[in-house]
């Protein structure tokens, strides 16, 4: 863990991510020792008190904490917090991290985690420079960085103007997760599959994270964002590089970011002819939204990486809000065998090509499916499967909340599972044909899996899920 106790800031406390992950997230840190001392200090635009604070993170860890809590546990976490409204100034906010350090008694460091959307980001840098709130201090950002390449750079340079580029983690909590991780322990693990890990066997690759989730309380950020800057700029682009790049010379946050930085300037910009993008029926009439909105809630696109290993694989992604199932998979099609000696009928292809699916649910589960015989007379193929579950080993229990990891990782100062300005920035760039031209919505029921629509942009393929 850390060496020193924390006084994380943590801006946007009563926020829809504060609730769902990251108080639940901190109070397990805190409480199972991985940190050693913790206060914290939640800041907001609410005018509520400590107590209210309190009340709110209580509730949080009642709807969303995973782990048990008991009283102790519970009296000495809310005796850790405190809390300042954004409209207090930065005077006050100095104020309560000084009582909040007296209180460590130890040199403490400080964890800014800004938890705000991309236009409020900036002004909470600031309050944090005049606050003198900058020392010993890292800062967490919150995806999305910025809102397409001007606004990104706009940003960094800002950033800049008050932290140095060694204090910033640039969060994406998908590379928490432990199947994310797994991708890179697989890849790079094993000598099974590595030598196949490309265009003259790998015939496409799906991202595919349906999300069966409306926008709860999100509209405001929602309205700002939709699904292609909330999702894709984000997180499938993240666990893209991790399933396209190159072997990094050594598992250390340099060389990792170097790989995933090629893959990302080896793409080709986004297409909008390339793009569905969605919007589910209804959405126009929510709470906080336009009644004229164009936002996507759904977006499906085709993209290349045009270098040695994958010139002429399709890499297909697609998520949204309000579909059929929530899942979040990558699934890696094989090519057909280059001749078939199966009489028709047998069912050979039948059933799509192999594939290698690994499931990013929060104990990873892998999958690799194949044809092979039925049984009886005669030679009939069927679809079969080798399954790995982290659940069946005994070892899920150790599984570390996305968040949790990150959050530690970031109080180490450890940034191999951090985003790099410089990743982000190329990412928005490619992203620029498609923001300047989005295609229209097309609307879509609630409950189904999207525009019809994706399934001409994925064709001659199809769609892994439903399973
Ligand atoms: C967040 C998005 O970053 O990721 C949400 O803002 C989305 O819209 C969430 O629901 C999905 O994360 P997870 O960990 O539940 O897959």
């Known amino acids: 863990g850390p060496g020193f106790p924390q006084v994380v800031v ?11 992950k990251l108080l639940p997230g901190l109070f397990h840190l805190c409480t199972a020792g991985f940190i050693p001392g913790c206060r914290i200090v939640g800041v907001s635009l609410d005018e509520i008190d400590v107590e209210g604070f309190r009340a709110i993170a209580r509730a949080s860890l009642d709807e969303f904490g995973s782990r048990k809590t008991t009283p102790d546990a519970w009296d000495a976490f809310a005796a850790a917090l405190d809390y300042v409204p954004l409209s207090a100034g930065a005077s006050a906010l100095r104020a309560a991290v000084e009582r909040a350090e007296a209180a460590l008694g130890r040199e ?33 950002m919150e995806k999305p960085f910025g809102t397409d390449l001007a606004s990104a750079v706009a940003l960094n340079g800002k950033l800049h103007e ?18 994310a991780q ?35 309380k999100r509209a405001g950020f929602y309205e700002q ?5 909330d999702m894709v700029v984000t997180h499938l682009f993240q666990i893209l590089a991790f399933m396209a790049m190159e072997p990094p010379t050594a598992l250390e ?10 893959v990302f300037r080896s793409m080709e910009p986004i297409r909008p002819a390339d793009v569905v993008r969605g919007q589910y029926s209804g959405y126009r009439g929510e709470e906080g939204v336009d009644p004229d909105s164009d936002t996507e809630t759904f977006i499906a696109l085709k993209c ?18 309000r579909l059929a199932e929530g899942q979040r998979i990558i699934s890696i099609a094989f090519r057909e065998p280059p001749k078939s000696m199966f009489p028709p009928g047998s069912g050979v292809g039948a059933q799509g090509p192999d594939h290698l699916t690994f499931d990013l649910a929060d104990a990873s589960k892998m999958s690799l499916s194949f044809y092979g015989k ?12 080798l399954q790995f579950a982290m659940r069946d080993t005994g070892m899920a229990g150790e599984v570390l909340e996305a968040y949790e990891r990150l959050i530690l990782d970031a109080m180490r100062g450890d940034r191999t599972l951090f985003t790099t300005a410089e990743g982000i920035e190329r990412l928005w760039e490619v992203s620029t044909p498609l923001l300047e031209s989005p295609p229209p919505v097309r609307l879509y029921e609630a409950g189904s899996w999207g525009p019809k629509a994706v399934h001409q942009l994925i064709a001659p393929h199809a769609w892994r899920l439903p399973f």
């Not at 964002?225 to 800057?229: I, K, L, M, S």
Request: charge should be positive; glycine fraction near 10%; charged fraction near 25%.
């Open 162 to 179: 008050v932290f140095q580029e060694a204090q910033i983690f640039r969060i994406d909590h998908f590379l928490g997760k432990e199947p």
């Open 10 to 20: 943590l801006v946007g406390a009563t926020g829809d991510l504060a609730r769902r």
């Open 182 to 216: 797994n991708i890179l322990a697989f890849r790079f693990a094993n000598g099974l599959f590595e030598p196949i890990w490309n265009r003259n066997f790998i015939d496409h690759v799906q991202i595919d994270v349906p999300e069966t989730l409306g926008l709860g």
């Open 253 to 262: 946050p340099a060389p990792i970011s170097e790989e995933k930085n090629k």
């Open 225 to 229: 964002t939709g699904a292609y800057r």
């Open 304 to 321: 290349h990486i045009d270098n040695w290993r994958w010139a002429g694989v399709p890499f297909y992604l697609r998520t949204g809000k």
């Open 374 to 385: 039925r049984p009886g007379p005669g030679m009939r193929l069927d679809k079969l499967s």
């Open 108 to 140: 403490c460091r400080r964890l800014h985690y800004l938890s705000v959307p991309p236009n409020a980001a900036l002004t909470v840098v600031r309050t944090l420079g005049e606050a003198g709130l900058v020392e010993r201090s890292r800062i967490v």
